[in-house]
Every structure is written in structure tokens, then in C-alpha cells.
């Protein structure tokens, strides 16, 4: 039998159903595979106790016939979904201490569907940064770097915000993990870890309970090891929540049931703009390679335009921070989290935010307090906006002669912690085929689809109509049985 | 577009972020590194084009204007860094 720890969702149901083990025994082997990865900083918090007694609770289900669509399944949490009762931190010194009254509607739904807390994982700070590099509790780093754990010839990035929540999965440590998409914070690490990540439809997942980056742009979305299994949790993941004023009430599909594997005839948009200087090679054969593995398929390849794709870095770069620096806002050493004190009310304002926050998260606020203020705003925040609105239509004609469309994940393979790093603007890179999704509210995925000559992931990217999630993964699977992605990283639990 | 350090003093000042002296300049730096960057967007013909507002296809939802939650200080404080008698406590604003 396989190890438990190396079974897909879809698989472990399968055998829970047939009682070939226990959701205890399940949960058991991936608390000793947390233990084991500890060398990679992948848990913020880890919650043993917390996912046995659930797992004790999901067999009693079992037993009394009352199983859930999830029952069982040991996940991870990125720590920017609020739990109960458990630290939630979004990486940052400023919300030590916090520990939740409440629960994220996402979390909640997962719990309701039987799902088994493991922990909760590490992120970039806030969620901003492409690596998982930035948290107070120090970097993830990819179970993909060769060498030894602790004596690593090339310390590999997970990619980020949600690193955490990539590498766990492909360390063998958890069936899936939640993570957020802001611009691209699922589909890059996914892509960098060889693991499958969605990003559904802006308004598909309930925001609430998530602590916020950029609203316009935040999404939850699940992270697993296969597409079929991303159908699975997406489905728990989604659903009308009357506390997030823009969820969209409308019903949840059978995702797994949309994975056919017919595409025939269905049109994929190939966009000519994200033939991007800095693609690297190998990364633009792989994407030829998609099409072609599309093509052979029975689908149709054509040639869309997205002509304002360069200037979607851009805007994601005034429009993000404007909504960061009133987001958090809240984060002032009164309600919850860090107090440095001061003189005056003003003085422990500042001394809190100064000392809680980190180098990007503060250069992040600083640049939207900037575009927002008095004099600025039109030459910068209502430009951006304008421009994601061109960004917006361009997607629109483009789905008038294609069903979704096809592109690489990132520009290449995962870098090393370390490298690339002075710049900011050139970590901004590694979003360049991402953020333009966000920007558009549109649902996309990352499926792992080969190897670069170093030996890491690559992965494609899908983008789908809105709401149209089931084309997306029925696309994905389809890609995900031609790639036939075997490789499992240097270290797995 | 650059940044100077008085500026950058100000930003952060308005947006209650201490920052040291010594740090402002290279700060300045990096802010304006970005402002350059972002403005390639003027290159983009925005007339007539609308600021996006909501990215769904959908109007922001209204609720009734009821109270629906409530009644639970305690779980509301628990997590202040300073609390007393059901209120959160601050230095002194007022002198």
C-alpha cells in the first residue's frame, strides 16, 4: 500500500471508505510528517492535538454513516485564515498574541465538511511578497533545494505568498492547504513546488475571517497535489456568505464532476503579449509543449490579443498598496496584536506600526498612503483603475473567440533565497502572468507540467471565463494526465 | 517621479509608521524606484475609460439595517494589549 502520507485526497477517501485504515491512523502518519519537516520552517503553529481529536470525530461520523464530502482529510491552513482559538499571525510581528474569537468562513466550511487542521503555515508577511521570505517567523524553504535539510547547496524559494502552503504538500506532510491569491500567491508557488493551485473567480470564496491585503483582488483557493483533488476541496472552499458584502450568491457545482477529460473542440486562447523578454527558454518550450498536448486532445489552439498585459504589473502596484495601507490601518496597537508604547496616543501608534510591521510590508503601505493622497490620487489610484479596466476588456474580447486561455505560471524556474532580491521591482516579475488574472477577477490555475534543466517545477497556468471554474479543471486535468508530472522533490516526508 | 527624504518623513507620518532617520534616505530610494516604474501607465489612453470599481458583475449588496450579532464584550476585548472595566485603554489623548 502506499505510504498515507503520499495518497492523494481522492485516494484517501477511497480508502477511508473501504476502512482500509482509520482517519486517526490518516492524521497520525501526517503529524509525523509535520515533525519531520520541521527543517523548513514550513508551520507556523502546529496543532497535533487539535487534529486528532478531529480525526477521532470524522471516524465516529464514518462509523454513524454521517461522513462529509472532505471526512478525514488532513490539511493545512495558511496563517492568514482567522481559527478559533488558534494564533493567527499573517506572518508579522504585529499580530503576536492574536488568537481569533472566530472562525474564517472558508475554515469553517472545510471543518464542516470533515477536514482535519494539521496547522497553520508560513506566508510572506501580510501576504505580500513572491517567496515566502518576508515573516517574522523567518523563510520556508522549498523541500525542492538539493541537499540535506539544514545543509542545502542551493536554499530554494517556495515561491509565495502561500509557500507554506506549497511546500507542505509537496514535502508529503498534508492532502491539500488553503492559500490566498492576491496576484498570484497560489498559482506561483503551486507552480514552483510542482503542486496544483486555483484561484477561483473573484466573489466564488467568502473573504471573511481572511485577513485582508487587497480586497479588490484577495481570493481563497485550495493547493493539492492533483487536479482531481483540487475539484474536491475547492468545492468545500466555496459557497454565498452573507457576511463578505461581495460573495456572489450563486450555487456551488460538482467540480469533480466537470473532469471528463473531453475537450474537444473547445478553443484555447494562446495571448501573443506573454511572449515576455526574460521567458525563459525552457519555460517557452514547455508552453509550446501545452498546446500541443491540448491540440492532441481534440482542442483548437487560436491566438488572442491582451495588448495591455505590461501594464498590469504596474497597476497591481498602486492599486495593491492603496488597499493595503487602509487595510491596515486597523493594525494600531489597541484592539489586538503588538503595543509598543509611547508618549501619546500618536507616539505608540507609530512605535507599534514601526516595530510591527516589516521592510515590504511598511514599503507597501507607504506607497498607497502615497497614490492616496490629497493631489496624487488621480495621477496615480484613478490611472491604475482605469487601466485595470482596459486590463479587464481585454480579457473580455479575448473569451469572445476562446474558452480559456494558456500560459506559463512564472518566467522561470524557483530561485534561490537570496538571489534577486535587492530589487523590488524585480521580484515583482515573478508575478508578471498572474497579476493580470486578479486584476480581471477571473478564475485560474497553475497544473505542474515538467522539469527545468535544474531539476525544478515548472508549471502552466490556465485562465478560465468568470465562474467557470469546471472548464478550467476539466482543461487542467486534461494537461496534468499529458505532462504525467511523477517527480516528487529531493526531500518528502 | 523621486522621492525625497522630507517626503518620505511625511508618508510615514500619515500612515503612523515610525521610521528612523537614518533609514529615509535609502527608503526614498525604493519608493521612488516603484514610482518610476508604475509610470509606464501613462503610456496607456484612459479617456473616456471608467476607474474600475467593482470587478464582479454584480452591484455591492445591501442588508437590512438590523442588528444581527452583538453581546459578547468579553470575546471583543480578549485580545487588547491593555483592557479595563469593558473598555479598551489608550495613553491619553486629551491634555
Same mark, same amino acid.
Given at each position: 500500500?502506499?505510504?498515507?502520507?503520499?495518497?492523494?485526497?481522492?485516494?484517501?477517501?477511497?480508502?477511508?471508505?473501504?476502512?482500509?485504515?482509520?482517519?486517526?491512523?490518516?492524521?497520525?502518519?501526517?503529524?509525523?510528517?509535520?515533525?519531520?519537516?520541521?527543517?523548513?520552517?514550513?508551520?507556523?503553529?502546529?496543532?497535533?492535538? *487539535?487534529?486528532?481529536?478531529?480525526?477521532?470525530?470524522?471516524?465516529?461520523?464514518?462509523?454513524?454513516?454521517?461522513?462529509?464530502?472532505?471526512?478525514?482529510?488532513?490539511?493545512?491552513?495558511?496563517?492568514?485564515?482567522?481559527?478559533?482559538?488558534?494564533?493567527?499571525?499573517?506572518?508579522?510581528?504585529?499580530?503576536?498574541?492574536?488568537?481569533?474569537?472566530?472562525?474564517?468562513?472558508?475554515?469553517?466550511?472545510?471543518?464542516?465538511?470533515?477536514?482535519?487542521?494539521?496547522?497553520? $503555515?508560513?506566508?510572506?508577511?501580510?501576504?505580500?511578497?513572491?517567496?515566502?521570505?518576508?515573516?517574522?517567523?523567518?523563510?520556508?524553504?522549498?523541500?525542492?533545494?538539493?541537499?540535506?535539510?539544514?545543509?542545502?547547496?542551493?536554499?530554494?524559494?517556495?515561491?509565495?505568498?502561500?509557500?507554506?502552503?506549497?511546500?507542505?504538500?509537496?514535502?508529503?506532510?498534508?492532502?491539500?492547504?488553503?492559500?490566498?491569491?492576491?496576484?498570484?500567491?497560489?498559482?506561483? %508557488?503551486?507552480?514552483?513546488?510542482?503542486?496544483?493551485?486555483?484561484?477561483?473567480?473573484?466573489?466564488?470564496?467568502?473573504?471573511?475571517?481572511?485577513?485582508?491585503?487587497?480586497?479588490?483582488? &484577495?481570493?481563497?483557493? %485550495?493547493?493539492?497535489?492533483?487536479?482531481?483533488?483540487?475539484?474536491?476541496?475547492?468545492?468545500?472552499?466555496?459557497?454565498?456568505?452573507?457576511?463578505?458584502?461581495?460573495?456572489?450568491?450563486?450555487?456551488?457545482?460538482?467540480?469533480?464532476?466537470?473532469?471528463?477529460?473531453?475537450?474537444?473542440?473547445?478553443?484555447?486562447?494562446?495571448?501573443?503579449?506573454?511572449?515576455?523578454?526574460?521567458?525563459?527558454?525552457?519555460?517557452?518550450?514547455?508552453?509550446?509543449?501545452?498546446?500541443?498536448?491540448?491540440?492532441?486532445?481534440?482542442?483548437?489552439?487560436?491566438?488572442?490579443?491582451?495588448?495591455?498585459?505590461?501594464?498590469?504589473?504596474?497597476?497591481?502596484?498602486?492599486?495593491?498598496?492603496?488597499?493595503?495601507?487602509?487595510?491596515?490601518?486597523?493594525?494600531?496597537?489597541?484592539?489586538?496584536?503588538?503595543?509598543?508604547?509611547?508618549?501619546?496616543?500618536?507616539?505608540?501608534?507609530?512605535?507599534?506600526?514601526?516595530?510591527?510591521?516589516?521592510?515590504?510590508?511598511?514599503?507597501?503601505?507607504?506607497?498607497?498612503?502615497?497614490?492616496?493622497?490629497?493631489?496624487?490620487? &488621480?495621477?496615480?489610484?484613478?490611472?491604475?483603475?482605469?487601466?485595470?479596466?482596459?486590463?479587464?476588456?481585454?480579457?473580455?474580447?479575448?473569451?469572445?473567440?476562446?474558452?480559456?486561455?494558456?500560459?506559463?505560471?512564472?518566467?522561470?524556474?524557483?530561485?534561490?533565497?537570496?538571489?534577486?532580491?535587492?530589487?523590488?521591482?524585480?521580484?515583482?516579475?515573478?508575478?508578471?502572468?498572474?497579476?493580470?488574472?486578479?486584476?480581471?477577477?477571473?478564475?485560474?490555475?497553475?497544473?505542474?507540467?515538467?522539469?527545468?534543466?535544474?531539476?525544478?517545477?515548472?508549471?502552466?497556468?490556465?485562465?478560465?471565463?468568470?465562474? &467557470?471554474?469546471?472548464?478550467?479543471?476539466?482543461?487542467?486535468?486534461?494537461?496534468?494526465?499529458?505532462?504525467?508530472?511523477?517527480? $516528487?522533490?529531493?526531500?518528502?516526508? | 517621479?523621486?522621492?525625497?527624504?522630507?517626503?518620505?518623513?511625511?508618508?510615514?507620518?500619515?500612515?503612523?509608521?515610525?521610521?528612523?532617520?537614518?533609514?529615509?534616505?535609502?527608503?526614498?530610494?525604493?519608493?521612488?524606484?516603484?514610482?518610476?516604474?508604475?509610470?509606464?501607465?501613462?503610456?496607456?489612453?484612459?479617456?473616456?475609460?471608467?476607474?474600475?470599481?467593482?470587478?464582479?458583475?454584480?452591484?455591492?449588496?445591501?442588508?437590512?439595517?438590523?442588528?444581527?450579532?452583538?453581546?459578547?464584550? *468579553?470575546?471583543?476585548?480578549?485580545?487588547?494589549?491593555?483592557?479595563?472595566?469593558?473598555?479598551?485603554?489608550?495613553?491619553?489623548?486629551?491634555?
Amino acid at each position: 500500500m502506499t505510504a498515507l502520507t503520499h495518497l492523494t485526497m481522492a485516494g484517501a477517501l477511497d480508502g477511508l471508505a473501504k476502512k482500509e485504515f482509520t482517519a486517526v491512523e490518516l492524521t497520525e502518519a501526517h503529524v509525523r510528517a509535520v515533525e519531520a519537516v520541521r527543517p523548513f520552517n514550513i508551520f507556523i503553529t502546529e496543532t497535533p492535538d *487539535a487534529a486528532l481529536s478531529m480525526a477521532k470525530a470524522s471516524d465516529e461520523r464514518r462509523a454513524q454513516g454521517t461522513a462529509g464530502p472532505m471526512d478525514g482529510l488532513p490539511i493545512a491552513v495558511k496563517d492568514l485564515f482567522c481559527t478559533k482559538g488558534v494564533a493567527t499571525t499573517a506572518g508579522s510581528h504585529i499580530l503576536d498574541g492574536f488568537k481569533p474569537e472566530y472562525e474564517s468562513t472558508v475554515t469553517s466550511q472545510l471543518w464542516r465538511d470533515g477536514a482535519v487542521m494539521l496547522g497553520k $503555515v508560513n506566508l510572506d508577511e501580510f501576504a505580500m511578497g513572491s517567496a515566502t521570505i518576508t515573516a517574522h517567523q523567518g523563510e520556508t524553504v522549498s523541500p525542492w533545494s538539493p541537499g540535506a535539510p539544514g545543509a542545502w547547496e542551493r536554499k530554494i524559494v517556495a515561491g509565495g505568498s502561500s509557500g507554506g502552503s506549497a511546500a507542505v504538500i509537496a514535502a508529503r506532510a498534508a492532502l491539500g492547504a488553503t492559500g490566498t491569491d492576491t496576484g498570484g500567491s497560489i498559482r506561483q %508557488p503551486a507552480g514552483y513546488t510542482g503542486t496544483v493551485g486555483i484561484k477561483p473567480t473573484y466573489g466564488r470564496c467568502s473573504r471573511w475571517g481572511i485577513v485582508a491585503y487587497a480586497s479588490s483582488l &484577495d481570493q481563497a483557493g %485550495p493547493m493539492t497535489r492533483t487536479v482531481e483533488d483540487a475539484a474536491i476541496m475547492l468545492r468545500s472552499m466555496c459557497g454565498f456568505d452573507p457576511k463578505d458584502s461581495t460573495s456572489v450568491d450563486m450555487p456551488v457545482p460538482d467540480f469533480r464532476a466537470a473532469l471528463t477529460g473531453d475537450i474537444r473542440g473547445l478553443r484555447v486562447g494562446i495571448p501573443k503579449e506573454y511572449r515576455v523578454e526574460g521567458l525563459s527558454a525552457e519555460i517557452a518550450a514547455l508552453w509550446e509543449q501545452g498546446i500541443a498536448w491540448l491540440k492532441e486532445a481534440g482542442a483548437e489552439p487560436v491566438e488572442v490579443s491582451l495588448p495591455h498585459t505590461k501594464y498590469a504589473l504596474a497597476a497591481y502596484y498602486i492599486i495593491a498598496p492603496a488597499e493595503a495601507s487602509s487595510n491596515l490601518a486597523r493594525y494600531d496597537g489597541v484592539r489586538y496584536g503588538l503595543r509598543v508604547e509611547g508618549g501619546n496616543l500618536k507616539e505608540m501608534y507609530e512605535n507599534t506600526r514601526g516595530a510591527g510591521f516589516g521592510k515590504e510590508v511598511q514599503r507597501r503601505i507607504l506607497i498607497g498612503t502615497y497614490v492616496l493622497s490629497a493631489g496624487y490620487y &488621480d495621477a496615480y489610484y484613478n490611472k491604475a483603475r482605469q487601466v485595470r479596466t482596459r486590463i479587464k476588456w481585454d480579457f473580455d474580447e479575448a473569451f469572445k473567440s476562446c474558452d480559456v486561455i494558456l500560459t506559463p505560471t512564472a518566467p522561470s524556474t524557483p530561485f534561490a533565497i537570496g538571489e534577486k532580491m535587492d530589487d523590488p521591482v524585480q521580484m515583482y516579475l515573478n508575478d508578471v502572468f498572474t497579476v493580470p488574472i486578479n486584476l480581471a477577477g477571473l478564475p485560474a490555475m497553475s497544473v505542474p507540467a515538467g522539469l527545468g534543466a535544474d531539476g525544478l517545477p515548472l508549471g502552466l497556468q490556465l485562465i478560465g471565463r468568470p465562474f &467557470d471554474e469546471e472548464t478550467l479543471l476539466r482543461v487542467g486535468q486534461v494537461v496534468e494526465k499529458a505532462a504525467n508530472f511523477s517527480a $516528487v522533490p529531493p526531500f518528502v516526508a | 517621479m523621486s522621492l525625497d527624504k522630507a517626503t518620505v518623513a511625511k508618508i510615514a507620518h500619515l500612515a503612523r509608521i515610525k521610521v528612523p532617520d537614518e533609514e529615509l534616505e535609502s527608503l526614498a530610494g525604493e519608493l521612488s524606484q516603484i514610482l518610476t516604474f508604475v509610470e509606464q501607465l501613462n503610456e496607456v489612453d484612459t479617456k473616456d475609460v471608467p476607474p474600475m470599481t467593482s470587478v464582479a458583475a454584480q452591484k455591492l449588496r445591501r442588508r437590512k439595517d438590523e442588528v444581527t450579532d452583538g453581546g459578547y464584550a *468579553a470575546q471583543v476585548l480578549s485580545n487588547g494589549p491593555e483592557t479595563a472595566e469593558g473598555f479598551f485603554v489608550v495613553p491619553k489623548v486629551v491634555e
